[in-house]
């Protein structure tokens, strides 16, 4: 994408000043333009909701080790050294588990968001391509492989604002 970006100012460089200013440039960060977009953010909310559960019972697991680690600490005079060991290996052991647990958490969550997000890619490219039409756009650029761009030339939140109204 940056070679082409590349190429394209080079090609625009090269053309005559009067035809430079002519030309009609668009800029999108595509990323930001479809987790804005409304139909993402209420999916998000929607997908936080479904997990809120497996979340609250990997912090009550947390809240549990915690509170087992404190007790170790404050029992360690009382307790023998076969105890102390067997909590501490218990420890580990449900340490070891909850850390699988929110690496398979945080896996499905990611996948989730970016699923969701995914499927507004095809809407986002069918609104930049009506802009395209109606604004005469001669190039879009996406806003990630530049370096600096005027604010005028940036058309986000016009992207946003008609997926929200092709919902």
């Known amino acids: 994408m940056k070679k082409l970006a590349g190429v394209l100012i080079g090609v625009a460089a090269l053309m005559a000043p009067s035809a430079f200013a002519e030309l009609k440039i668009a800029v999108i960060n595509y990323a930001q333009a479809i987790s804005q977009a409304e139909e993402v953010v209420e999916a998000l909310e929607v997908l936080q909701a479904e997990l809120q559960p497996e979340q609250d019972e990997i912090r009550g697991e947390q809240q549990a080790l915690l509170e087992q680690r404190e007790k170790l600490a404050t029992d360690a005079d009382i307790l023998s050294d076969e105890d ?79 997926l929200n109204e092709k919902r």
């Open 84 to 162: 102390k060991q067997s909590i501490a290996s218990e420890i580990d052991s449900r340490t070891f588990d909850l850390e699988q647990q929110v690496e398979r958490f945080n896996r499905n969550l990611q996948r989730r968001q970016q699923e969701i997000q995914q499927r507004m890619i095809p809407k986002a490219q069918a609104v930049v391509a009506d802009l395209v039409a109606i604004e005469g756009y001669d190039f879009v650029m996406e806003r990630t492989t530049l370096v600096h761009v005027n604010a005028k030339h940036d058309i986000t939140r016009k992207v946003t604002e008609k």
